[in-house]
Every structure is written in C-alpha cells, then in structure tokens.
C-alpha cells in the first residue's frame, strides 16, 4: 500500500520574546519537511536556522538528480537512500553554519537545532541535531521518536535525574549537539514506516516546554479527523495560552492512502 502525505506548519515568536529564531520548510514536491531552532546574539540565531532549512532543502534537490547522492560524505548503506540523502543534507547545514562563523566573527556562537523529515515510498527518515523533536501520533498514541541531545535529557538515560526533575530542571535548555557547534555534528537518523492515519509532528522547544507529550497527545487526537491546519493552530494557540516563552513552530503530516 502506498500513502501519500499532506503537511502544514506554523511558527511564531511566542508571548515573550521579541523576534522568531525558529525557521521552517514543507517542500511537498520533494516531500521535505524540516524545523530548525537557531540561538545566538543580536538576530544571528534567525540566520543560523534559516541557513539550515535552505541548505537541507537545496542538497535534497540536488541529490535527486546525481548518483553520489551524499557526497562528500559518507553513504551508510545500513539506511534507506533518502535517510542518507537527508543525513548528508544536514551535515552540509552544520558545515555552512561553521564556515559562516568563520567568515564573520560576529555569528560567534551562533547555532541551531534541527529535524528533518524526507518521505519515500511510504518511509519517512527522521534526522535531528539538538532539542527540536518530531513525534508519531500512531494508533491514537503519541511516542516520541527522537531523544533530545541535551544535558539533562542524558542524565535522565542515565537515570541520574528523574523526569519530573527534568522539566524544570535549570539547565534543562542547555543542548549538547548543534549545528554550528564543534567541529563535528552526529546525526541520529531513524526510518518511520507510515500507515494511513499516521501524524507525524516535527516542533521546536517551544511547543515541549509548555505542553507535555500527554498534553499534545490531546490536542492531537481532538482534532484528528480536522484539517492539519487547525491542529497546527491549536497546538500554537495552547503553547501560548500557557505563557509563549518561546518561540514556537510546529509542522503536522498527515499520511494518507494514496488511490
Ligand atoms: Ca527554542
């Protein structure tokens, strides 16, 4: 069986700070989805996530029409070729970001997150770089398929810190990878096989900072029969009504059969 995916996204600055830093992309032709959570002074943080979004789009593009799909970096060949693809889209990302610090040293420090989403042949590849998560809604279940690279996240794994400990943990924004960060990025990749009825959500912290997963669980499965873009405005609406301390940016697919 085949499925065929519709998306939306929104993002917004939230109720307290004065610009966006998050930047998205939903490329329906290419089947591309991606949210990136930029940090730094002044406005840099803007730059750093839009540069991320633009480059991932522009490799995944480029990797349709050549046979060295990942070049210059390496291919995998325990993943599927668009999770390479995708993977090698945001190596790329990290490496302009780096190379944009290193021609003005005022993008000192800067940074961002980053989760991708590339489609093919009903396989969704998920890439992520930071705190910026992407969820499946299965089943009526939501469970995350990504783990935060963030300090207190792994020293929950480690089960140093509980969860609850966690959630207001005062470095619980501190992120351990990024792009822009040192020298090297990991990318950890996981290969999604969707269903009819499957929602996959890809957001920044600024959505699971004020909501728990049981709360956009909720929101989720209220509006599952809806069109995307009402759930994408509910989940936007509650993260504000809950105080917006961040920016915020949540981007839905849908999988549906495809006829
Ligand atoms: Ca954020």
């Known amino acids: 069986m085949t499925v065929r995916v519709a998306a939306c996204g929104r993002t917004d600055a939230g109720r307290v700070r004065s ?12 089947e591309l989805y991606v949210v990136a959570d930029g940090m730094g002074g002044h406005t840099h943080g803007e730059v750093a996530s839009r540069m991320a979004v633009d ?3 522009r ?4 990797a349709e029409r050549e046979r060295d799909t990942t070049w210059p970096f390496a291919y995998d060949p325990g993943l599927q070729r668009h999770s390479n693809v995708l993977k090698a889209a945001v190596q790329l990302a990290h490496d302009q970001v780096l190379s944009a ?38 089943d009526g279940r939501l469970h995350l398929l990504t783990q ?7 020293q929950v794994v480690a089960g140093f810190l509980s969860e609850e400990q966690a959630r207001d943990h005062p470095l619980k924004n501190v992120v351990t990878r990024a792009l822009g960060g040192d020298s090297e990025v990991q990318v950890d990749i996981t290969e999604v096989t969707l269903e009819p009825g499957d929602t996959l959500l890809l957001c920044s912290d600024g959505l699971t900072t ?12 209220e509006v599952a029969d809806g069109e995307l ?10 993260a504000n009504s809950r105080g917006g301390h961040d ?13």
């Open 19 to 30: 610009h966006n830093e998050d930047s998205f992309e939903i490329d329906e032709a290419r």
């Open 55 to 57: 480059t991932i789009r």
């Open 59 to 62: 490799f995944v593009a480029e």
């Open 101 to 138: 610090i290193r021609r003005d040293g005022n993008l000192f420090g800067m940074g961002t997150t980053v989760v991708g989403c590339l489609v093919r042949g009903g396989t969704a590849a998920v890439a992520h770089v930071g705190d910026s998560r992407a969820y499946r809604l299965h």
């Open 148 to 154: 935060d690279h963030t300090w207190v996240n792994e």
């Open 210 to 221: 004020m909501l728990d997963d049981r709360e956009i669980e909720a929101q989720l499965l």
């Open 229 to 238: 873009n009402g759930a994408c405005e509910a989940l936007v609406h509650e």
């Open 247 to 259: 920016n915020v940016t949540v981007v839905l697919l849908r999988a549906e059969e495809d006829e």
